[in-house]
T-cell receptor, first 115, second 113 residues
Framework: DTGVSQDPRHKITKRGQNVTFRCDPI?????LYWYRQTLGQGPEFLTY????????KSRLLSDRFSAERPKGSFSTLEIQRTEQGDSAMYLC?????????????FGPGTRLTVL | DQQVKQNSPSLSVQEGRISILNCDYT??????FLWYKKYPAEGPTFLIS?????DKNEDGRFTVFLNKSAKHLSLHIVPSQPGDSAVYFC????????????FGKGTLLTVNP
């Protein structure tokens, strides 16, 4: 059983650089979500896709953030001109269409450190 | 404004005893509530959920209770085991076509042998 995978697991970058993260959801899961988690907080919703359509974006997702899911399978999250405040764990989750309670299955996350 | 609150940052219990984790919410539009467990360096793992029209759901050692009038839910773990030691997050689904989850800050459960 292949779960949600994320790459890379860790990323250290300098302020002002661009970074891109990849998420591979569980196959046949139509919905894909991105969350961000900082120390002492729960995951905070960033954005969500149903197939290739991006259906909702949080206010947290500034213009420097962009997410894509071009073929309705894997997704990428890009952060341009990174700032120290972007340091966080970026979590990806997926869920099938027909799960009523909308249990989302999370990947291990990508930990971003901006120096 | 935090819509899902877990007011206890940590909880310590003895192996074999009951663990009770609490969660309060403010948004009456939430239609499902979920509990996740998180170990260090891993993503959250789904444990159990409950619909807003139910007051109890049980799965093995885990039971979730919902008091809708008080906007309060709790997760009971009986009996607690050392392997249950983790951070537990309460989450709520937005309702209708709103699929995003809103999480509390989490409670660190430590089960002592």
């Amino acid at each position: 059983d292949t779960g949600v995978s994320q790459d890379p697991r860790h990323k250290i970058t300098k302020r002002g650089q661009n970074v891109t993260f990849r998420c591979d959801p569980i196959s046949e899961h139509n919905r894909l979500y991105w969350y961000r988690q900082t120390l002492g907080q729960g995951p905070e919703f960033l954005t969500y896709f149903q197939n290739e359509a991006q259906l909702e974006k949080s206010r947290l997702l500034s213009d420097r953030f962009s997410a894509e899911r071009p073929k309705g399978s894997f997704s990428t999250l890009e952060i341009q001109r990174t700032e120290q405040g972007d340091s966080a764990m970026y979590l990806c989750a997926s869920s099938p269409l027909l799960r009523v309670a909308n249990e989302q299955f999370f990947g291990p996350g990508t930990r971003l450190t901006v120096l | 404004d935090q819509q899902v609150k877990q007011n206890s940052p940590s909880l310590s219990v003895q192996e074999g005893r009951i663990s009770i984790l609490n969660c309060d919410y403010t948004n009456s539009m939430f239609d499902y509530f979920l509990w996740y467990k998180k170990y260090p360096a891993e993503g959250p793992t789904f444990l159990i959920s409950i619909s807003s029209i139910k007051d109890k759901n049980e799965d093995g050692r885990f039971t979730v209770f919902l008091n809708k009038s008080a906007k309060h839910l709790s997760l009971h773990i009986v009996p607690s085991q050392p392997g249950d030691s983790a951070v537990y997050f309460c989450a709520a689904r937005g309702g209708g076509s709103n699929y995003k989850l809103t999480f509390g800050k989490g409670t660190l459960l430590t089960v002592n042998p």
